[in-house]
């Protein structure tokens, strides 16, 4: 199994990133796909969710409006278009991967977003 996210780096305030994340070694489309966030010197956040058949989507209040998530299931792969960026955002930002009728739940490494001037 392989969770690989990629596409972080230091934007300034206000612009824009597209976070992705590829998937290997399972059954994509059986998954719920989601982002996590982790700030500095805090604990893991959800960010997003979007569900097995791309059939719903779902935010943290402090993103809506200004991410969006979406997913491929032939390329099982997961996206984050991230617009609009706070200071507030920066953090290292997680793919995760969940069947929750097994109880199964992979995670990426991370890729970090900065947001600074």
């Known amino acids: 199994v392989q969770v690989v996210e990629s596409g972080g780096g230091l934007v300034q305030p206000g612009g824009s990133l597209r976070l992705s994340c590829v998937t290997s070694g399972f059954p994509f489309s059986y998954y719920e796909m989601r982002w996590y966030r982790q700030a500095p010197g805090k604990g893991r956040e959800w960010v997003a969710t979007?569900?097995?058949?791309?059939?719903?989507?779902f935010y943290t209040d402090s993103v809506k409006g200004r991410f969006t998530i979406s997913r491929d299931n032939v390329k099982k792969t997961m996206d984050l278009q991230m617009n609009s960026l706070k200071p507030e955002d920066t953090a290292v930002y997680y793919c995760?991967?969940?069947?929750?009728?097994?109880?199964?739940?992979?995670w990426g490494n991370g890729t970090l977003v900065t947001v600074s001037s």
């Open positions: 979007i569900r097995r058949a791309g059939g719903g989507t």
């Open positions: 995760n991967a969940f069947r929750g009728e097994y109880g199964i739940s992979y």
